[in-house]
């Protein structure tokens, strides 16, 4: 029986970062997925690195959201030097395009509340952001351009922090997924897998949406699909170097000059289908922010299932069962998410103390829940 210092449930992004910062703290780690490696929700991503909240309710989600793409050149680097690959981390902003309503009072509204919570933000005439971006409609009024954002090659990255990882010591295994954490003497002793059982001081839940799956986990991470639809672009005629956002609808360029576009967000289960509702949906926006993409042939459509949790925050953190701990719920933030991710947890492992307060996103918060008078 194999004896670790920590088992990592989950070979993605989250999984494969966190495996790599404990490696190189010392600790002798392994980590498992039920499939290949990084060939869930961190394949699927679109790999934009943004801390800016999308609703009123992701406001205080800022602060760590920031801490993390903070984190992202340091992380980047390593992977790429360890790996020797290139992960197609791009540095060039944001621009959040305004085609519709009263673009005056949306700008005033939108630059306060990023200003207002530490981010920067720049309002631009619709000439000025065509100036940056020719490929944009003429339709659009105005624009906000957040400089400080950026993205990367989702699958270059996840392979090249796995791959970075093996390098440092990390077994990494396919196809043995956990089934349950393995309980025993009051704590947890480590993993139930496929074919086996593993002996960790740390066990270390990071399967994304299939967390609640793992028997013993449940509890602590009642994560659910949320699915999202993806479309890779190639246009000739088009180049576009930024992250475009209309609305929830956005364009991402890759380094190989295709644009992914995306997405939808569906509570359909486990379902990985594409659909034509879907698709339509996501090229109708597209063609609305870059109308030249009309001419573009698509290369690839895909769906990914992003881990999502009951406040639509990240779970994370320690649980009442010694030596358990949480990683999933990032939801629609995995990707920017991964290094703070990563470090809290090493921090945790290796000190069990933290450089960032985590509690709002403890996994405690829905056993204290259920709790409650009336739950």
Known sequence: MDTYDAAIAGAGVIGANIALELAEAGLKVALYDAQEPGREASWASAGIISPAPES???IPFVPISQA???????FVRRAEELSGMDVGFRKDGALDVIVDGDAGEI?????ALYHGVGLQAKALSAEQAREMEPALTERMQAAIFREDESSVDTRAF???TLQAARRKGVRVFACNGAKAVWKAAGRSNGLVLERERVVAKWTIVAAGCFSSRIEGAEPYAPVFPAKGQMVALRCESVEIRRVLWLGHAYLVP???RRIIAGSTIERTGFDRQVTAGGLRRILSEATRLAPELEKARIEETWAGLRPDSP???PILGPTDLPGLLIATGHFRSGMLLAPITARLIREWVTTEEVS???????PMRFLEATKQPGA
Not at 68 to 74: E, F, G, I, V
């Open 56 to 58: 009123p309710e992701m």
């Open 68 to 74: 993390s793409a903070a984190l992202y050149p340091a």
């Open 107 to 111: 700008l005033r509204t939108i630059i």
């Open 158 to 160: 996840t392979d090249a």
């Open 254 to 256: 890759r380094n190989d």
């Open 311 to 313: 406040d639509h925050l």
């Open 356 to 362: 960032f307060d985590w509690d709002r996103l403890s």
